[in-house]
């Protein structure tokens, strides 16, 4: 059974850092495409970061290029965020998701199938 559990979330300060986990199992990380997304209170999901398991090759939304940083580590079965120079426009519940990828790359027309339950990044000013 696939599964996904986020964890490293909490409260921070503008200009702070956070680094969010998720753990995985249940599927071949290798042909799976996984990503982060968020959605603040009362707006839509967003994608944030995404990676390709099989090359590690990551897409990241323009807005967020440059702080924030996707990487996995397959074996262990974790997949990271690294959040730097947080703002308060940064608010939101933060989700894993996966997906097979299909012998494709990972990019933002992919649809994901498989989530975690969120957790909460709150960025004060």
């Known amino acids: 059974q696939v599964e996904l559990v986020e964890s490293g979330g909490g409260s921070v300060e503008t200009g702070g850092s956070l680094r969010l986990s998720c753990d995985f199992s249940?599927?071949?990380?290798?042909?799976?495409?996984m990503a982060w997304f968020r959605q603040a209170a009362g707006k839509g999901r967003e994608g944030v970061a995404m990676i390709n398991g099989g090359t590690s090759n990551a897409n990241y939304a323009s807005s967020l290029k440059g702080r924030f940083t996707i990487s996995q580590d397959g074996p262990l079965g974790r997949l990271y965020l690294q959040m730097n120079s947080l703002k308060p426009e940064d608010t939101a519940m933060y989700f894993c998701?996966?997906?097979?990828?299909?012998?494709?790359?990972?990019?933002?027309?992919?649809?994901?199938?498989?989530w975690g339950q969120g957790i909460q990044v709150t960025v004060s000013s």
């Open positions: 249940g599927f071949d990380w290798r042909h799976y495409c």
């Open positions: 998701a996966a997906d097979y990828r299909a012998g494709g790359s990972c990019d933002w027309s992919k649809k994901y199938n498989y």
